[in-house]
Structure formats: structure tokens, C-alpha cells
């Protein structure tokens, strides 16, 4: 038991009682991490967390991606309350809708037309749908390692949540389905060529996270989104980006316009799945792309799609007033120099202590794997210390240090963290490195 956090311990015993394993996501379980009961935290503002014991924590979690503001941000707080005061469930359309479509549309221009659902495996389930009922085809593509959320057809060969458990499939998923599945290696295009070869006729699309967040933070090798889109519309299949995690995450935009990429128009989808940082920390997914495609749902088209939840103008006013914030001059560079100070001061401890660290940074977000080669694909993400890690967590968390619970998740940098919380972050690596040796 750990002697700073009592109360979590007991609510952990109780929560075991009420709610399977505790925790209403698995990702949040201390499963991967050497067990135990998880904190329970009460409050957060800004970069912090206060946990039931009082502690506080400098957060790198941000909700798995969405709270890119940090926590309780003012501007998203007042929208919400707002929304909440004007009634937070209509059941018919309202101009907050309107307004977000539009911003996501001018930010993200391959997207003509949009619908909005309650998260990212709602977009994602649908745009294969959506793309099934386009090509009139059943087969789907995707990498090793991406994670789509949790619906059947993207839970074979998942990322982060289930390899983390050591799940390969979820059970419950009947053989036919994830039959309709292949699964090949990110940043492998040969092995995409020859996936196509020989079911290419059969495939509605290939899904992809164009920039991956969920087994460390990967970018594509240069010229992979390309071929990718290539061979896939070679084949008269879809390309689907899923931009769950992505999006808005490096830039004003999405992967798919990142600067980094200097033929957007090569690498663009034709449907696109969007969630977290859209719904500025409610609950909200959306899926878009071109007009044609984007047709076939109902009440237009024959694919259906629907929701009670969809578009309520909580989600969406929080979504709205993240954006706004996202807009603010200068705001992602600055996010981008704590991310590289931060990782420059990890792997300054990491080599103090000859521990061999491996960090990918993209902008304001990164992941550090306990390994000595580079990690570009799951296969190399898999094959790095995982025990490690664990050891790692635990002496970061009891020193007020608040990551995922996986050796596979990003660190997110936020709007709210300091320069100090950095300095306070790498002095914690350092005596956690240094019971690393
Ligand atoms: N796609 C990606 C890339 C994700 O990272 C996630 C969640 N981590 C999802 C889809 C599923 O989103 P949600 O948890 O909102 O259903």
C-alpha cells in the first residue's frame, strides 16, 4: 500500500466492488504498470491534478489527448456552463453546429461535408461503414499497432489499450469479422503493395493514423501517406485517415495539412475520423470528407447513422471555445519548446545514468521508449523494457509526476504548463532515472 495515497487505495477497494476492475477504461487500470490501485483524482486545473489525498501531480496524461488547454481552462469552462444553462439536450439541429462544421471544414479543407457523433469509435465505425457502402466492398486495411477505438472491426491486431494488456483480439469478436481485417506494418509500403495484390478487389478502404499517437508518437517515413493514398485509389479503395489524436494536436489543422508534408494534396483522404480535442474535453467524435462519399449516410444516402447524444450543444460549445483558444498566436510554438526542453532534459538524465531512452517528439507532444534503437513501427515499439517503464511511472507518480500508465502512450504538453513545471518535471526523472540504474 502506498503510505501517500490511503484514499485512493480504499476507493480503488470499493470501486472493485461496483465497477469492472475499477475503472470505467481499461487504459486507466495500473495493469501494465505493476498493479495497484490507480489515483483517484478530485480536482484539476491548468497542468495540475489534486488527487483524494491532497497530492498534487503535473499532468502529461491531458485525458489522453483531448485537454490540450489544460484543465478547466476559463474560455471552455464558461461555453459549457453556458451551453448547460440554455439547456444541454435538444434533439433538434442548432446554429452551434453549424459553427463548428464550418471551423473544422476551413481548418481541415478535405473535409466537405461532416457529421458529429459522441466519440472517436463512433467516427471511426462509421467511416467504415460509410466507406463499405460507397465501394461496395467489405474488406479493411489497416497497421499494426493503430488503435481505432474499441468497435469490432478495428480490435484485431489493436494499439495501445489492448497490446498493453496483452490482448491481441478482444474476445466477443466473431472470426468472420475480423476476417474481413488485414493488418500490416506501419511505414511498409511493400507490405501494403502486396496486401492490395491480393485482396485489393475486395477492399473498401485502407484506415490509417497519418501521424500515430498510439504506439509512441510515429511519424510516417517521407513518401509513406503518399504511396499509401496511391496504391489504395489504385486499387479503387478509400483512403480513411483516423485523426482521433492528430488533430489540432501539432498545428491549427490536422496531419493531413501539417507543414511537414509538403504535397497536402497527395496525401489527402477521401474520409476522415475526428474526436478529443474537437469536443474540448466533453464528450464528441466526427467523421467527414468528400461530398460524394459523405452522401450515402441518411437521411441522404443508404448508410445509417444516429445518435441522441450527437451534436449536443455542450460538446459542441466546448469544442467551439477550444478551437478559439488553439487560434491564439504562437501557441503551439510554445508548446513545441517546452516538449523539446523537456525531452532534451529526459534524455540528458536517461544517458547521466546509461539508461538507453528513445524519444519521438512531434510538436508540443512526445513518447519515451526504453530502448536502444529507433521505434517506426509497433514491432519496435513492442520490443522496448516495458518493466522498465513501470519502475519508471512509480517513482515519477510518488513524486508528484502524472503520466500514462503505458509504456505506449504520448506525453502531452499543454497551453497551461510552465517552464517551471518542466524544471520540476526533469529534476523527478532524474532521481527516477537514477533508480533505474
Ligand atoms: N482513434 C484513435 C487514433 C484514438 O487514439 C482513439 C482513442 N484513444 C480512438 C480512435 C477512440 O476514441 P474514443 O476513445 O473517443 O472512442
Redesign the pocket.
Known amino acids: 500500500m502506498n503510505q501517500n495515497r490511503p484514499q485512493s487505495e480504499a476507493l480503488y477497494q470499493e470501486a472493485l466492488q461496483h465497477i469492472v476492475g475499477g475503472v470505467n477504461?481499461p487504459s486507466r487500470s495500473f495493469k501494465a504498470v505493476g498493479g495497484g490501485a490507480p489515483v483517484f483524482m478530485k480536482r484539476a486545473e491548468g497542468a495540475y491534478f489534486w488527487d483524494v489525498d491532497d497530492n498534487r501531480y503535473i499532468d502529461y496524461l491531458a485525458a489522453?489527448?483531448p485537454i490540450i488547454t489544460g484543465h478547466a481552462h476559463p474560455h471552455i469552462t464558461e461555453a459549457i456552463v453556458r451551453a448547460a444553462a440554455n439547456g444541454t439536450l435538444y434533439g433538434t439541429p442548432t446554429e452551434l453546429e453549424i459553427t463548428l462544421a464550418r471551423m473544422l471544414k476551413q481548418a481541415i479543407p478535405s473535409l466537405d461535408k461532416v457529421r458529429f457523433v459522441n466519440?472517436?469509435?463512433?467516427?471511426?465505425m462509421t467511416t467504415i461503414r460509410v466507406a463499405r457502402a460507397y465501394t461496395k466492398r467489405n474488406k479493411i486495411i489497416k497497421f499494426a499497432g493503430?488503435?481505432?477505438?474499441?468497435s469490432d472491426l478495428v480490435l484485431v491486431a489493436a494499439?495501445?489499450?489492448p497490446s498493453t494488456l496483452g490482448i491481441p483480439d478482444s474476445a466477443g469478436i466473431p472470426t468472420s469479422i475480423a476476417h474481413e481485417v488485414i493488418t500490416v506494418p506501419f511505414n511498409d509500403l511493400g507490405a501494403l503493395e502486396q496486401a492490395l495484390q491480393r485482396w485489393g478487389n475486395d477492399t473498401a478502404a485502407v484506415m490509417v493514423?497519418p501521424i500515430v499517437?498510439?504506439f509512441g508518437m510515429v511519424m510516417p517515413h517521407e513518401g509513406f501517406l503518399e504511396g499509401l493514398c496511391k496504391l489504395t485509389r489504385e486499387a479503387g479503395a478509400l483512403v480513411i485517415y483516423?485523426?482521433?489524436?492528430?488533430a489540432f494536436r501539432f498545428h491549427y489543422g490536422s496531419a493531413q495539412t501539417y507543414a511537414t508534408f509538403a504535397d497536402h494534396a497527395a496525401i489527402e483522404p477521401d474520409l476522415t475520423?475526428l474526436?478529443?480535442i474537437i469536443g474540448g474535453g466533453l464528450?464528441i467524435?466526427a467523421y467527414g470528407g468528400r461530398r460524394e462519399i459523405m452522401e450515402q449516410v441518411a437521411p441522404l444516402g443508404p448508410a445509417y447513422q444516429a445518435g441522441t447524444m450527437a451534436g449536443n450543444p455542450a460538446s459542441i460549445s466546448a469544442g467551439i471555445a477550444c478551437l478559439e483558444v488553439l487560434q491564439e498566436p504562437g501557441i503551439y510554438d510554445r508548446m513545441d519548446a517546452l516538449a523539446s526542453k523537456l525531452a532534451a532534459g529526459l534524455m540528458e538524465t536517461a544517458r547521466e545514468n546509461g539508461i538507453p531512452l528513445t524519444i519521438n517528439q512531434i510538436r508540443g507532444s512526445f513518447s519515451a521508449h526504453f530502448c536502444d534503437h529507433p521505434v517506426t513501427n509497433y514491432e519496435q515499439a513492442q520490443d522496448t523494457d516495458g518493466e522498465r517503464f513501470g519502475t519508471f511511472f512509480r517513482h515519477m507518480l510518488d513524486q508528484g509526476i502524472n503520466l500514462a500508465p503505458s509504456k505506449y502512450e504520448a506525453w502531452f504538453l499543454t497551453t497551461a504548463h510552465t517552464d517551471e513545471d518542466i524544471e520540476t518535471t526533469i529534476e523527478a526523472a532524474r532521481v527516477a532515472m537514477a533508480a533505474l540504474r
Do not use: L, M
Open positions: 477504461s489522453y489527448g466519440s472517436g469509435t463512433e467516427a471511426v493503430c488503435y481505432h477505438g474499441h494499439g495501445s489499450g493514423e499517437g498510439n483516423d485523426e482521433v489524436i492528430s475520423a474526436g478529443k464528450p467524435g
